[in-house]
């Protein structure tokens, strides 16, 4: 550690206010100052802000603070639309434009990129950055999870009686509310009707169950809704999208893309131009790009974990009468282990698209991939970190041809990235 960064660690250590300018956001959607060399990260700031802050946690390194007052806000800050804003954890950059929102979360990514993960700078100077996709910036998520609790005092509505609610922002504590604009106008709808459930609150609580997962097909007022677990008065079962000629069916348990207005947009990009005769796709969930790789592959095999998605990934291939194609129900780390006996990636396969979880692709996967060596690798990933660090240890065998940015998830600091790689020669 430098002299000058031990000097303001020192120093900072008496301090619990600082007035700091906000330089840009950073990954995970923080705003980015420094006092005297060192990093501070301030949640809810926005780019040229001039803030007032509290220190709550000094590393040697960094220190995080939150905002006491905005002396003066920045070009790009607005008053958060949702009520709701301050409190609850669910979104992350409300206070700032809309318009602004996405520029400066693939800005984020792309210094993400070249910062971790041992990336080969020229790889990254030889790829082509396309432009990021954003779509409508409220009302179009399709699923969400609600909290049912008790209402207390101090909340809204009638005290002792049942309503919903989000984690409060960095805490397990929960916001109760009587809407989320970001929600699909089907999944509003259906969260007012919860927040204020009619009859006995003592009978009411015990129906309900702590958590709730509701999904919609569609951004329409009308569209359908259903419920996980069954609850009585809300509807369960199938929901059925049509994506670019195929029926898909999933329910609310089920990991689906969440912007209603992005998917085939998502899709077409992830699945490329690209054809031949095999392809694998890991974390298949209920055949979101599986259905994409069926029309440009011979055979497709789409490994998924979870019961459940495996289960709609093998309806959805029967209806649309994609024989060729085929759903491997396992864990992916034990599929891709072939020294624990599983099937494990053949060598040269023309294809492998991966769409891990946020923790990104296991060692165990990421050498699986290096040892099959496909033709073409592409990866879909939910977390600029984890894509950083696992393509630093791809790209000793494959070369990036594209990266394209997302707005999967406006108003929160999350970004979706599509990342294209082909095996180097």
């Known amino acids: 550690m430098s002299?000058?960064?031990?000097?303001?660690?020192?120093?900072?250590?008496?301090?619990?206010r600082l007035e700091l300018t906000i330089e840009k956001l950073v990954l995970g959607g923080d705003g980015l100052a420094r006092w005297r060399g060192m990093p501070v990260f301030v949640p809810r700031a926005a780019p040229g802000d001039v803030v007032e802050v509290r220190i709550t946690e000094r590393r040697p390194s960094y220190a995080r603070a939150e905002i006491e007052e905005v002396k003066t806000p920045g070009?790009?800050?607005?008053?958060?639309?949702?009520?709701?804003?301050?409190?609850?954890?669910?979104?992350?950059?409300?206070?700032?434009?809309?318009?602004?929102?996405?520029?400066?979360?693939?800005?984020?990514?792309?210094?993400?990129?070249?910062?971790?993960?041992?990336?080969?700078?020229?790889?990254?100077?030889?790829?082509?950055?396309?432009?990021?996709?954003?779509?409508?910036?409220?009302?179009?998520?399709?699923?969400?999870?609600?909290?049912?609790?008790?209402?207390?005092?101090?909340?809204?509505?009638?005290?002792?009686?049942?309503?919903?609610?989000?984690?409060r922002r960095r805490s397990h504590d929960l916001v109760l509310v009587d809407r989320c604009p970001v929600l699909a106008p089907a999944l509003e709808k259906e969260v007012r009707s919860l927040s204020s459930l009619p009859g006995d609150p003592a009978a009411a609580s015990t129906k309900l169950p702590s958590r709730l997962s509701l999904a919609t097909a569609g951004l329409e007022p009308d569209s359908p809704v259903v419920a996980a677990p069954p609850v009585d008065g809300l509807p369960s079962g199938d929901l059925e999208i049509d994506l670019l000629g195929?029926?898909?069916?999933?329910?609310?348990?089920?990991?689906?893309?969440?912007?209603?207005g992005l998917?085939?947009?998502?899709?077409?990009?992830?699945?490329?131009?690209?054809?031949?005769?095999?392809?694998?796709?890991?974390?298949?969930?209920?055949?979101?790009?599986t259905a994409g790789l069926a029309g440009r592959y011979g055979s497709v095999t789409a490994v998924e974990g979870e019961s459940v998605a495996a289960r709609y990934a093998r309806n959805n291939l029967r209806r649309n009468r994609l024989g060729h194609c085929r759903v491997e129900r396992?864990?992916?780390?034990?599929?891709?282990?072939?020294?624990?006996?599983?099937?494990?990636?053949?060598?040269?396969?023309?294809?492998?698209?991966?769409?891990?979880?946020?923790?990104?692709?296991p060692?165990?996967?990421?050498?699986?991939?290096?040892?099959?060596?496909?033709?073409?690798?592409?990866?879909?990933?939910?977390?600029?970190?984890t894509l950083a660090r696992d393509l630093g240890?791809?790209?000793?065998?494959?070369?990036?041809?594209?990266?394209?940015?997302?707005?999967?998830?406006?108003?929160t600091a999350h970004i979706e990235t599509v990342a294209q790689l082909r095996l180097r020669r």
Not at 3 to 16: D, K, P, Q, S, Y
Not at 155 to 165: K, P
Not at 263 to 289: I, K, M, N, Q, W
Not at 363 to 385: F, G, H, I
């Open 3 to 16: 002299a000058e960064r031990l000097e303001a660690l020192a120093a900072l250590a008496g301090i619990n």
């Open 75 to 167: 070009p790009l800050r607005r008053e958060a639309p949702c009520p709701f804003y301050e409190r609850c954890g669910g979104c992350q950059l409300q206070h700032i434009e809309d318009a602004a929102q996405l520029g400066l979360k693939a800005a984020a990514a792309r210094e993400t990129l070249r910062r971790l993960g041992g990336i080969d700078p020229a790889q990254l100077a030889g790829c082509r950055f396309e432009e990021p996709v954003g779509e409508r910036a409220w009302g179009y998520r399709l699923r969400a999870q609600v909290h049912i609790a008790r209402r207390s005092e101090g909340d809204a509505g009638s005290e002792g009686s049942v309503g919903v609610g989000f984690r």
């Open 246 to 260: 195929r029926k898909l069916s999933y329910d609310a348990r089920c990991f689906f893309q969440a912007h209603g």
């Open 263 to 289: 998917l085939e947009s998502l899709l077409r990009s992830a699945v490329g131009p690209f054809e031949g005769d095999a392809a694998v796709e890991l974390y298949a969930g209920v055949g979101f790009f």
């Open 330 to 361: 396992s864990a992916v780390e034990s599929w891709v282990d072939r020294r624990r006996g599983g099937p494990g990636l053949e060598s040269g396969l023309d294809r492998v698209l991966v769409d891990p979880p946020r923790g990104g692709l």
């Open 363 to 385: 060692r165990k996967v990421r050498s699986a991939l290096l040892n099959a060596a496909p033709n073409r690798l592409t990866y879909v990933s939910c977390d600029p970190a």
């Open 393 to 411: 240890d791809l790209t000793r065998d494959f070369d990036l041809e594209s990266i394209s940015f997302f707005d999967v998830f406006p108003q």
